[in-house]
């Protein structure tokens, strides 16, 4: 089976998990994208929601399916979050923002009764960080901000480059105006001592480790769909 189909896969499983009436956050990514499709086909045949989406990629996307749209201003509490993941760990911690939407896919998320992740195979890993952490920054300071994060990898034992993505020329600019530092870690033992670390750092806005957020995982592999929940 194609990767393509097997995130397909996980995504029309989640799609099975939407109810008339719910509140939804919508993710981010080709994953994602495959949800909003199978989502929207729903919603014309008569299903009921209203959603957020985490980025104006996704919120393109929902608008041209039909999925009516609102915003957390008006609709501040959601019940349920699909989306995609860059990594996935087996306590269900993620690295996210390998797409660089990591900020609202993170609000959105926290906003919601529940995180359900779709992915495929490739996605799921023993220990996090061979995909490099996404770190969203302001552009004021960024020098200082890269010495003050790289200070809180040495004080974690950490070893490994900060790239700014798009290069120093071209750097690529996330929906909120900002830049993002991809961390090439190798490996990360700590992902909760360094998700602490790397929010106190003024210039960070957020980075893409989600703990504590996704309930479960629909990951789809050669033979279908599992469910992966969180093993402490
Ligand atoms: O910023 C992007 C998001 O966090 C995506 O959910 C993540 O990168 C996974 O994307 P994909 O489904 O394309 O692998």
């Known amino acids: 089976m194609m990767s393509e189909d097997m995130k397909r896969l996980a995504a029309e499983r989640a799609v099975a998990d939407v109810t008339s009436g719910m509140k939804l956050g919508i993710g981010t990514g080709s994953t994602a994208e495959h949800f909003v499709r199978a989502l929207g086909a729903r919603v014309r ?3 009921q929601v209203i959603g957020v989406p985490t980025s104006e990629r996704t919120r393109a996307l929902a608008e041209a399916e039909g999925i009516p749209l609102t915003t957390l201003e008006e609709t501040p509490a959601l019940d349920l979050t699909v989306d995609g993941a860059d990594e996935i760990d087996p306590a269900l911690s993620l690295i996210k923002g390998g797409g660089g939407a990591h900020l609202r896919e993170k609000i959105v998320a926290a906003a919601s009764t529940r995180m359900i992740v779709i992915a495929d195979s490739s996605k799921c890993v023993e220990t996090l960080g061979k995909f490099p952490l996404p770190i969203e920054v302001v552009p004021f300071g960024l020098g200082a901000t890269r010495i ?3 200070k809180v990898f040495a004080d974690l034992g950490l070893s490994g480059d900060l790239r700014m993505r798009g290069g120093a ?4 600019v996330t929906d909120g105006g900002h830049y993002i530092l991809d961390a090439h870690l190798g490996a990360i033992p700590d992902p ?3 998700a602490a670390a790397l929010v106190a750092v003024p210039g960070v806005v957020e980075h893409g480790l989600f703990i504590g957020l996704a309930a479960k995982a629909y990951v789809a592999g050669p033979d279908g769909v599992f469910e992966m929940t969180a093993r402490a």
């Open 192 to 194: 909760q001592a360094l």
């Open 169 to 172: 020329e071209h750097p690529f």
């Open 45 to 47: 045949e008569g299903l």
């Open 148 to 150: 003050a994060i790289g």
